[in-house]
């Protein structure tokens, strides 16, 4: 029981210690960051804002997701009230929006930076955007999450309700950047403008795809983590 106290204790302390960090990195971001593409006008200004961008709005819900955290903790540990619809959504949000959409961040982001960063994150930007900001937003998301479940039981929806949700998050967005092109004129992320429409089309495959085999790592993650509490959560109440 000692044990599962102190597990308890680090877990309340991690989700204090990232969301602060996260709400200083979105300060910094809205401060000191404006013009990402070296244009007179800065991206933030463009249509979409900083919110077209797949990278800033999975920060962003980074930032909700631990802010809601800090927020059950307070209820459970000062109130001394259960928080468990707040802890049903954190747990759906977590396996089925933020893994997926995070791991998505980290490998497309770094596997079109080794072949070509120009298309997805020109040389210029290293003057505009400090390499530790570019880490917070495209490497550490994973790890940061992967310790989450660690530290913290989330329990998985079922396979097809998670699947679903993430496939939505991913539907959404697509239409999201497609009205960014339409209305506003240019594609979110350059290399979009190299494609022809076959290639989108395949590159959407694909990355739906890999979204989906992300949502079963995160799963498959969790039983590892939880093996023995995810087998036996049947008719068990949440501690």
């Not at 993650?221 to 959560?233: D, L, Q, V």
């Amino acid at each position: 029981m000692a044990a599962f106290q102190e597990l308890s204790l680090t877990g309340k302390v991690g989700h204090f210690v990232l969301f602060v960090s996260h709400l200083l990195v979105q300060c910094y971001d809205v401060l000191y960051i404006n013009d990402v593409y070296g244009s007179p006008i800065p991206h933030k200004l463009t249509f979409g804002g900083r919110w077209k961008f797949l990278t800033v709005l999975n920060f962003m819900g980074h930032t909700v997701f631990f802010g809601s955290c800090v927020l059950a903790d307070l209820i459970e540990g000062v109130l001394g009230k259960k928080a468990a619809g707040l802890r049903k959504v954190q747990d759906y949000v977590l396996a089925s929006v933020l893994f997926p959409m995070s791991m998505i961040v980290t490998v497309v982001f770094w596997g079109m930076y080794a072949v070509d960063r120009e298309l997805i994150f020109p040389a210029a930007l290293d003057k505009i955007i400090p390499p530790w900001v570019n880490h917070v937003w495209h490497t550490t998301v994973v790890p940061v999450l992967l310790l989450e479940m660690y530290l913290v039981h989330h329990r998985h929806p079922s396979r097809q309700a998670g699947l679903t949700g993430a496939v939505t998050v991913g539907i959404v967005y697509l239409i999201w950047v497609l009205i960014v092109a339409q209305v506003g004129g240019f594609w979110v992320y350059p290399f979009m403008a190299a494609m022809s429409n076959f290639q989108f089309f395949l590159f959407c495959c694909f990355v739906a795809v890999i979204g989906c085999s992300f949502y079963l790592l995160g799963e498959f993650c969790n039983k590892i983590f939880w093996g023995s509490m995810e087998t036996s959560r049947k008719g068990k109440k949440r501690a």
